[in-house]
Structures are given as structure tokens and as C-alpha cells.
């Protein structure tokens, strides 16, 4: 996989980066992009200051992760099946943990990431995937270019648009951003559509933003769940299934 290079050779380390996409690839991992998130401000190139860069508000968003981040890696798998984001009720030590199929491929690869960097030498922090509206996570993710962030306050990945879940590793390995799989996308997907304000059973997604008490009160009410089988259930995930992938694809 050969990676279209960002003009920001002070923080890239291309035999890495190549070493690491080689692994994407040997484990067919879905890498959606490498956004830069490094420590500009020592290093800016003469004449650009580090705002010109990496807006003070973007980068902030990074903070508090426990490590000064060179990179966050955008892994995850996109859905074309809603079942995917059923919850089940996995047995672990201290009871049952809740968690999604979709979560737990994300996480999968998260963590195999994780520890081939780690073993680098370099730190990590994984920030999970959310099978619900996040604005963080998906400001987060939109600082690859890789998508926007929509009505619903999920990220929409292109012409995916809200079907996937991504999560991100934050590392201060030199890593290359860049395009691998994914084309940048910046332009508004939204473009006039309120589907998913529309699709909201509960009034939690409003022109305001998203209410999450609201939310979770209404996707916890089994009155409002299908119960697939004993283990598994499905609650809300309206304002994903709304957003239409083919009228994004045209817009783009
Ligand atoms: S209640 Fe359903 S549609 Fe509304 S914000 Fe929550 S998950 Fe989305
Ligand atoms: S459903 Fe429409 S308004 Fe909502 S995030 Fe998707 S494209 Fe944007």
C-alpha cells in the first residue's frame, strides 16, 4: 500500500510508516487514515506559524491522553448490516460485559495495532469506537480529512457516511498522514438533509445538538428494544440507518 505523503517532513518517518501499513495489509485491517497530530509548535517550517497549521482548537481535542500524540490512526470497519451493532452480553470475570459485534472488531484491531506499536518502543492511547452520537470522537476522527462531521454528530466517513465504526490510536510514533484507502473528504455531507433529526424517536437529536441522557433513557427502555434472542438485543440506531450512503455518494 503506498502512501501519498503530507508535506510534513519533520514528523514523518517513512520505513515506519511503510512497516506499519504492510501490517495493515498482512492483517486486513481496515486503516481509514493517519492524521498529524504531532507537536508542531517547536518545529513549524520558517514562515508558516504553528496555528497555520494545526488549529489550537483541533489540537487540543488531543490533550489528556496521557502522551504528547505525533499521530492518531483512524481503524475501524465500515457496516453494511445494522445487526452488526446488536449488543450482546459477553461473560467476562467481573459479569457480563454489553458490547456490540461492530465495537468488538474495532477494538480488535485497535488493540492488535496497539501492541505492534507499542513493541516499537512508542506510546499509545486507544480511544474506543461509540455506537452512538460523540461531537468529540468525531471532531477527533475528522482531523484526518477523511470525512465531516454530520447533523447527528457522528463522523461520516465519505461515502460510507454514518455506517462504520472507526476508533482511533494516538501515538507518538512519526507516522506519515496521508491517503491510503480513503480519499480526503471536507465537504458539507449534510447539504440541506435533516433525516436523522427527523428519525429520532425521542427528541435526543435536535438542530441544538444531541441530548445523550435523552438517549440512553430511551434506547435502555426494553419498550423500545427488539430482543433478537436471550443474549442479544437491538436498541436505537435510527440516526445511523437514516443517513442515506447513496445520496452522499452522489455529492461526491
Ligand atoms: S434515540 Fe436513537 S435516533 Fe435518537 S439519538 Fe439516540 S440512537 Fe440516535
Ligand atoms: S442523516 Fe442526513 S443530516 Fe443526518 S448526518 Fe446523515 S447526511 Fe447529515
Sequence with gaps: MAATKYPHPW???QALTDRLLKLVDDEDWDLFGIAD?????????????????????????????GIEPHAAIL?????????LFAEQAAPGNRGDRISSCAE??????????????????????????SPLPDTKLSRMLATSRKGVVGRSQRFLAGEYGAWHTIGLLLTDAPLMGGDYRYPDVTTDLCDGCRACLD??????????????????EYRDNPDNQER?????????????????????????
Design 11 to 13: 514528523i514523518q518517518d
Design 37 to 65: 497530530v504531532g507537536p508542531l509548535n517547536e518545529k513549524a517550517r520558517p514562515g508558516r506559524r504553528p496555528k497555520d497549521l494545526w488549529p489550537t482548537e483541533e489540537k487540543s481535542l488531543f490533550d489528556g491522553y
Design 75 to 83: 481503524l475501524g470497519q465500515t457496516i453494511a448490516e445494522p445487526f
Design 104 to 129: 468488538l472488531i474495532t477494538l480488535g484491531y485497535l488493540m492488535g495495532f496497539r501492541e505492534k506499536i507499542e513493541f516499537q518502543g512508542f506510546k499509545t492511547a486507544l480511544i474506543s469506537p
Design 199 to 216: 428519525a429520532c424517536p425521542c427528541g435526543a437529536l435536535t438542530e441544538d445538538g444531541y441530548d445523550a441522557d435523552r438517549c440512553h
Design 228 to 252: 433478537a434472542s436471550t443474549h442479544t438485543v437491538m436498541k436505537c440506531m435510527r440516526c445511523m440507518t437514516a443517513c442515506d450512503k447513496k445520496r452522499i455518494k452522489d455529492l461526491l
